[in-house]
Protein backbone atom coordinates (compact mmCIF):
# COMPACT_ATOMS: atom_id res chain seq x y z
CA UNK A 1 0.00 0.00 0.00
CA UNK A 2 1.46 3.30 -0.95
CA UNK A 3 0.64 6.23 0.84
CA UNK A 4 1.06 10.43 0.16
CA UNK A 5 1.50 12.70 2.92
CA UNK A 6 0.86 16.11 1.87
CA UNK A 7 2.04 18.19 4.81
CA UNK A 8 4.09 21.52 5.80
CA UNK A 9 5.21 21.03 9.61
CA UNK A 10 8.11 18.65 8.24
CA UNK A 11 8.67 17.35 11.77
CA UNK A 12 5.60 16.06 11.44
CA UNK A 13 5.46 14.87 8.37
CA UNK A 14 8.79 13.30 9.12
CA UNK A 15 7.04 11.30 12.11
CA UNK A 16 4.22 10.54 10.48
CA UNK A 17 6.65 8.79 7.24
CA UNK A 18 8.79 6.89 9.74
CA UNK A 19 5.81 5.45 12.11
CA UNK A 20 3.87 4.43 8.79
CA UNK A 21 7.16 3.09 7.01
CA UNK A 22 7.67 0.93 10.03
CA UNK A 23 3.81 -0.21 8.92
CA UNK A 24 5.05 -1.85 5.84
CA UNK A 25 3.66 1.44 4.02
CA UNK A 26 5.65 2.92 0.84
CA UNK A 27 5.28 6.56 1.71
CA UNK A 28 6.05 9.57 -0.13
CA UNK A 29 5.90 13.09 1.56
CA UNK A 30 5.77 16.58 0.08
CA UNK A 31 5.68 19.71 1.89
CA UNK A 32 3.62 21.97 -0.48
CA UNK A 33 -0.12 21.87 -1.50
CA UNK A 34 0.88 22.14 -5.63
CA UNK A 35 3.82 19.46 -5.32
CA UNK A 36 1.02 17.27 -3.17
CA UNK A 37 -1.63 17.88 -6.41
CA UNK A 38 1.27 16.86 -9.10
CA UNK A 39 1.94 13.69 -7.39
CA UNK A 40 -1.95 12.85 -6.34
CA UNK A 41 -2.70 12.92 -9.94
CA UNK A 42 0.60 11.34 -11.39
CA UNK A 43 0.57 8.60 -8.79
CA UNK A 44 -1.61 5.47 -8.47
CA UNK A 45 -1.72 6.18 -4.58
CA UNK A 46 -3.50 4.41 -2.03
CA UNK A 47 -4.53 6.80 0.25
CA UNK A 48 -3.69 10.62 0.85
CA UNK A 49 -2.95 12.22 3.94
CA UNK A 50 -4.01 15.81 3.16
CA UNK A 51 -3.12 18.89 5.95
CA UNK A 52 -5.45 21.87 5.32
CA UNK A 53 -3.24 24.89 5.77
CA UNK A 54 -0.66 24.41 3.25
CA UNK A 55 1.80 26.51 1.07
CA UNK A 56 1.30 26.69 -2.62
CA UNK A 57 -2.46 25.22 -2.29
CA UNK A 58 -4.62 24.82 0.26
CA UNK A 59 -5.79 20.82 1.21
CA UNK A 60 -9.34 21.97 0.03
CA UNK A 61 -8.05 23.27 -3.11
CA UNK A 62 -6.04 19.89 -3.66
CA UNK A 63 -8.84 17.78 -2.80
CA UNK A 64 -11.31 19.02 -4.93
CA UNK A 65 -9.26 18.67 -7.33
CA UNK A 66 -7.98 15.63 -7.20
CA UNK A 67 -12.03 14.78 -7.12
CA UNK A 68 -12.60 17.27 -10.36
CA UNK A 69 -10.08 15.18 -11.82
CA UNK A 70 -11.75 11.83 -11.33
CA UNK A 71 -9.50 9.88 -8.84
CA UNK A 72 -11.50 8.61 -5.93
CA UNK A 73 -8.14 7.91 -3.76
CA UNK A 74 -8.78 7.94 -0.18
CA UNK A 75 -8.32 11.14 1.45
CA UNK A 76 -7.62 11.66 4.80
CA UNK A 77 -7.54 15.57 5.68
CA UNK A 78 -5.92 16.97 9.07
CA UNK A 79 -6.64 20.43 10.15
CA UNK A 80 -5.26 22.77 13.37
CA UNK A 81 -8.58 23.91 12.89
CA UNK A 82 -11.11 22.82 15.31
CA UNK A 83 -14.72 22.93 14.45
CA UNK A 84 -17.86 21.50 12.41
CA UNK A 85 -17.18 24.33 10.24
CA UNK A 86 -14.24 22.50 8.64
CA UNK A 87 -15.33 19.48 8.94
CA UNK A 88 -17.77 19.89 6.40
CA UNK A 89 -15.54 21.56 4.40
CA UNK A 90 -13.51 19.21 4.33
CA UNK A 91 -16.23 16.24 3.48
CA UNK A 92 -17.67 18.68 0.90
CA UNK A 93 -14.87 19.18 -1.21
CA UNK A 94 -14.38 15.05 -1.60
CA UNK A 95 -12.65 14.06 1.53
CA UNK A 96 -13.04 10.43 2.88
CA UNK A 97 -12.66 11.74 6.57
CA UNK A 98 -10.98 14.39 8.88
CA UNK A 99 -8.82 14.40 11.83
CA UNK A 100 -8.01 17.48 13.97
CA UNK A 101 -4.43 18.20 14.95
CA UNK A 102 -3.09 17.27 17.73
CA UNK A 103 -3.99 13.67 17.12
CA UNK A 104 -3.42 10.35 18.38
CA UNK A 105 -0.66 8.46 16.05
CA UNK A 106 -2.78 4.90 17.20
CA UNK A 107 -6.07 7.13 15.76
CA UNK A 108 -4.34 8.25 12.53
CA UNK A 109 -3.55 4.45 12.19
CA UNK A 110 -6.68 2.97 12.52
CA UNK A 111 -8.76 5.19 10.39
CA UNK A 112 -6.16 4.69 7.65
CA UNK A 113 -6.79 1.33 7.96
CA UNK A 114 -10.40 1.85 7.93
CA UNK A 115 -10.38 3.37 4.61
CA UNK A 116 -8.05 1.18 3.09
CA UNK A 117 -10.23 -1.90 4.19
CA UNK A 118 -13.54 -0.17 2.72
CA UNK A 119 -11.37 0.15 -0.20
CA UNK A 120 -10.93 -3.44 -0.82
CA UNK A 121 -12.19 -5.66 -2.95
CA UNK A 122 -15.53 -6.46 -1.38
CA UNK A 123 -15.14 -4.55 1.77
CA UNK A 124 -13.47 -8.04 3.51
CA UNK A 125 -11.46 -7.64 6.32
CA UNK A 126 -9.50 -11.33 5.79
CA UNK A 127 -8.12 -12.29 2.55
CA UNK A 128 -8.52 -15.57 1.47
CA UNK A 129 -6.76 -17.58 -0.98
CA UNK A 130 -7.47 -21.25 -0.59
CA UNK A 131 -6.38 -22.06 3.10
CA UNK A 132 -3.92 -19.04 2.65
CA UNK A 133 -4.95 -16.76 4.85
CA UNK A 134 -3.91 -12.61 4.96
CA UNK A 135 -4.99 -10.15 7.48
CA UNK A 136 -4.21 -6.56 6.72
CA UNK A 137 -5.98 -5.53 10.27
CA UNK A 138 -3.35 -7.95 12.42
CA UNK A 139 -0.71 -8.23 9.70
CA UNK A 140 -1.18 -11.87 10.02
CA UNK A 141 -0.46 -14.52 7.34
CA UNK A 142 -1.72 -18.30 7.63
CA UNK A 143 -1.14 -21.31 5.71
CA UNK A 144 -3.74 -23.37 6.92
CA UNK A 145 -3.25 -23.25 10.58
CA UNK A 146 0.38 -22.45 10.36
CA UNK A 147 1.47 -18.70 11.02
CA UNK A 148 3.54 -17.45 8.77
CA UNK A 149 6.29 -14.89 9.78
CA UNK A 150 6.79 -12.15 7.42
CA UNK A 151 8.39 -8.93 7.34
CA UNK A 152 6.58 -5.88 6.88
CA UNK A 153 7.54 -5.51 3.26
CA UNK A 154 7.33 -9.10 2.88
CA UNK A 155 3.35 -8.77 4.04
CA UNK A 156 3.13 -5.39 1.91
CA UNK A 157 3.87 -7.21 -0.94
CA UNK A 158 1.53 -10.69 -0.46
CA UNK A 159 -1.09 -7.74 0.94
CA UNK A 160 -0.85 -6.11 -2.65
CA UNK A 161 -1.01 -9.66 -4.50
CA UNK A 162 -3.93 -10.78 -2.48
CA UNK A 163 -6.12 -7.77 -2.81
CA UNK A 164 -5.94 -8.66 -6.45
CA UNK A 165 -5.72 -12.14 -6.32
CA UNK A 166 -6.50 -13.51 -9.38
CA UNK A 167 -5.59 -11.05 -11.72
CA UNK A 168 -1.98 -10.47 -13.25
CA UNK A 169 0.22 -7.60 -11.20
CA UNK A 170 2.88 -6.03 -13.04
CA UNK A 171 5.99 -5.92 -11.10
CA UNK A 172 6.53 -2.28 -11.84
CA UNK A 173 2.57 -1.69 -10.23
CA UNK A 174 4.19 -3.95 -7.28
CA UNK A 175 6.60 -1.69 -7.20
CA UNK A 176 5.10 1.73 -7.36
CA UNK A 177 2.28 0.52 -4.33
CA UNK A 178 5.00 -1.02 -2.20
CA UNK A 179 8.16 1.17 -2.65
CA UNK A 180 8.09 4.74 -1.99
CA UNK A 181 9.53 7.48 -4.86
CA UNK A 182 12.77 7.55 -2.70
CA UNK A 183 13.54 4.11 -3.78
CA UNK A 184 15.63 4.44 -7.23
CA UNK A 185 17.50 0.87 -6.23
CA UNK A 186 16.94 -2.31 -8.81
CA UNK A 187 13.21 -2.79 -9.57
CA UNK A 188 14.28 -6.74 -9.77
CA UNK A 189 13.69 -6.32 -5.93
CA UNK A 190 10.38 -7.66 -6.18
CA UNK A 191 11.51 -10.74 -8.20
CA UNK A 192 13.68 -10.93 -4.43
CA UNK A 193 10.80 -10.29 -2.45
CA UNK A 194 8.50 -12.72 -4.61
CA UNK A 195 11.12 -15.68 -4.00
CA UNK A 196 11.36 -15.26 -0.55
CA UNK A 197 7.67 -15.20 0.01
CA UNK A 198 6.85 -18.72 -2.18
CA UNK A 199 9.98 -19.66 0.08
CA UNK A 200 7.96 -18.94 3.20
CA UNK A 201 4.14 -19.61 2.32
CA UNK A 202 4.46 -22.23 -0.52
CA UNK A 203 8.06 -24.56 -0.58
CA UNK A 204 7.49 -25.50 2.86
CA UNK A 205 3.64 -26.32 2.42
CA UNK A 206 4.22 -27.95 -0.50
CA UNK A 207 2.10 -25.24 -2.42
CA UNK A 208 2.53 -23.25 -6.00
CA UNK A 209 0.02 -19.91 -4.96
CA UNK A 210 2.21 -16.92 -6.53
CA UNK A 211 3.05 -17.86 -10.42
CA UNK A 212 4.82 -15.86 -12.68
CA UNK A 213 2.76 -14.76 -15.36
CA UNK A 214 5.63 -14.86 -18.25
CA UNK A 215 6.19 -11.35 -19.21
CA UNK A 216 3.60 -9.82 -17.53
CA UNK A 217 3.85 -10.47 -14.01
CA UNK A 218 2.53 -12.60 -10.70
CA UNK A 219 -0.68 -13.61 -9.97
CA UNK A 220 -1.68 -14.79 -6.47
CA UNK A 221 -4.29 -18.12 -6.73
CA UNK A 222 -5.23 -20.60 -4.96
CA UNK A 223 -3.07 -23.74 -5.27
CA UNK A 224 -5.37 -26.47 -7.22
CA UNK A 225 -2.90 -29.08 -6.47
CA1 LIG B 1 -0.05 23.11 7.75
Redesign the pocket.
Known sequence: MRLLIV???KRLALALAQGLSAEGFAVDVVHDGAEGLLRATGTDYDLIIL?????GMN?YRVCSTVRAAGHETPILM???KDGEYDEAEGLDTGADDYLCKPFSYVVLLARIRALLRRRTRGGSRVLRIGDLVVDPATRQCLRGDHEVSLTAKEFAVLEHLAVRAGDVVSKADILQHVWDFAYDGDPNIVEVYISTLRRKIDAPFGCRTILTVRGAGYRLAADRG
Open positions: EDEDIMLPGLTA
